[in-house]
């Protein structure tokens, strides 16, 4: 059975657990992370020397770095739906994937960590930096789900499942927000699906 390290809270984990819900994939999960410690004991280094979380295994195989189980869960036990097959379509849904690390999760992480886990632990000055450099990324997406319903297009995607726990963290963080109809009907699409409602709608901790 495949085995998740990682606690339900953290972004990263939400995403490996809205691909295993949306491909309805029996697994085992270890609270692991934060409160719960095991990341910097010697056995959990040996897995995943980043001493961080998600860690999937699977029949011997050990891997890190959130969006790369997305894929390989999607591309195992998805193709032809997560897991595009035509080229095009794929590399579609691994631009949005890549993007979500490159471009939207590092400012939203300092917005959300000065917002909820460590209010004040920036500068006022980089904070507005942070929040100008999200709300320039919320409008990437909101122009992208102007033109299709999904990020890789016609059909729910791998990216659709590593872009979601950011955009619910960034509609539900206590800060002001302007109106983006695309990305709120794209949210709450996902939001139908069961495995998006026990994954996201947990409180922002």
Request: proline content about 7%.
């Amino acid at each position: 059975m495949l085995k998740l390290w990682g606690r339900t809270n953290s972004l990263n984990v939400q995403k490996v657990l809205l691909c295993l819900g949306q491909l309805g994939l029996p697994f085992e999960r270890v609270d692991a992370g934060m409160q719960f410690g095991v990341v910097k004991s010697p056995e959990y280094m040996a897995m995943n020397p980043n001493s961080v979380v998600p860690t999937l295994e699977d029949d011997g195989l050990v891997l890190w770095e959130s969006n790369v189980i997305v894929r390989y869960l999607a591309a195992l036990h998805g193709a032809g739906a997560l897991w595009p097959i035509e080229p095009r379509a794929r590399a579609l849904a691994d631009r949005w994937m890549d993007w979500q690390q490159t471009s939207h999760n590092p400012s939203m992480t300092t917005v959300f960590w000065n917002l909820v886990r460590s209010p004040g632990a920036v500068t006022p000055a980089d904070f507005a930096a942070a929040c100008a450099k999200v709300e320039r990324a919320m409008d990437i997406l909101e122009e992208a789900l102007a033109r299709s319903e999904w990020l890789g297009g016609a059909a729910f995607t791998m990216a659709d499942c590593a872009l979601a726990p950011g955009v619910h963290r960034y509609l539900h963080l206590p800060m002001e927000r302007k109106p983006r109809a695309h990305v709120e009907r794209w949210y709450e699409a996902i939001l139908q699906r069961p495995a998006a409602q026990s994954v996201l709608l947990l409180p922002l901790t």
